[in-house]
């Protein structure tokens, strides 16, 4: 297959999406002290429907920009697209009720800020290196 008709049935799974699903690694500041999270933490926290964890420590969610793990992350843990997650969160700042999480173009640029900022949790693709963080366990 030439590689104009590969990129084409690439476009063609994706549209439609029959391709694999991008897995993620939920990552956190060293500071976090909880170890695992359920996917409806997750939800919550990505949603602003809750702005700590568990053990009632700050939680600062950020994301990436765009992309396909971004795409993964919301359809597995937040059950919206992109737009209705933006959507949800402009809600929230209009209402004086939070923040919209931080945005970044690259994993990164993601993980810098996770490392520097206590509290903050975000996520990446599964075969990023990302020794300078913590990872979570999701249950």
């Known amino acids: 297959m030439n590689n104009s008709k590969a990129l084409l049935s690439a476009a063609v799974w994706t549209l439609f999406g029959l391709g694999t699903v991008q897995a993620q690694v939920i990552v956190a500041n060293q500071s976090v002290k909880i170890a695992e999270l359920s996917k409806s ?32 992350f919301l359809k597995s843990y937040v059950g919206k697209g992109d737009a209705a997650f933006r959507a949800t969160w402009r809600t929230l700042v209009f209402a004086g009720q939070g923040m919209m999480p931080k945005s970044f173009d690259t994993e990164s640029a993601l993980l810098d800020y996770v490392a520097s900022v206590p509290g903050a949790i975000g996520y990446i693709g599964a075969s990023t290196e990302h020794g300078k963080v913590k990872s979570l366990t999701v249950r």
Request: net charge negative; hydrophobic share 30%; charged share 20%.
């Open 41 to 72: 933490d997750i939800r919550d926290i990505f949603t602003g429907a809750s702005s700590t964890f568990k053990d009632g420590s700050p939680a600062v969610p950020v994301t990436l920009r765009s992309g396909p793990v971004q795409d993964s």
